[in-house]
Structures are given as C-alpha cells and as structure tokens.
C-alpha cells in the first residue's frame, strides 16, 4: 500500500493519522485510537511514554508560575481570584499541550520507526 505521507507539521497540530492524514489520532480527549479508521495504521504500537507529560509539566508549570507570580505582584488580587483563575487557564492549556506532545511523539515514532508500528 503505497501512499502519501502526511506532512509532519499538520499531521501533529491536526492530531491526524501520521501515515495518511486522514483519520483521528485519539478516540477521546487523551485516548489513542487503537487503529486509525481511514487507512488502518496500528496506532496502539505507538507508545509515548511519561517524555509529554514531562515535556508539559515542566513547560507549562513555568508559564503558568510565572503568570500568577506577575498577576500577584502587579495586580495584587484577592486570594480567590488566583482560585478561579488558574485553574481555568491551567487545565485547557494542560489538555491541549498533552495533545500536541502525544500526537508529535506518536508522528515522530511512525516516521522513525515505522517497522514498530506495522507499516
């Protein structure tokens, strides 16, 4: 089976197949599909490992610290805006990093070593 391969780029900001570009890459909000449902790739070989969720930990802790630090001493707000506001920035922000992280490693994995993933 000979196809296109997807661009590298649009396959991992689409959260698309890696091989065909075609079909979802996760079946919930962080699950992998277990295949892709276009043109068949394996995608439970694919394993990602603990490296996104460090990646996004260490990356989004930073900016998210570094935020609420700037908000408490440029702004001084009460202590339940720093209760309603970080969380409503933090978790979106941490569901959609883990998302890209999981969908470049797994298109990075395919690319790479694609024998381990049945192609």
Known sequence: MTETPASLPLAILTCRCPRCGGG???KGVLAVA???PS???DLGQGDTGDAGAVLVIMLLGAIIGGLALWVEFRFE??????????PT?????????MRLAKSALITMQYRHRSSEMGQ
């Open 24 to 26: 979802k890459l996760f």
């Open 34 to 36: 277990p295949a892709c």
């Open 39 to 41: 043109c068949g790739l």
């Open 77 to 86: 707000p009460r202590w339940w805006v720093h209760l309603l506001l970080w």
């Open 89 to 97: 920035i933090t978790l979106p922000a941490a569901i959609g990093a």
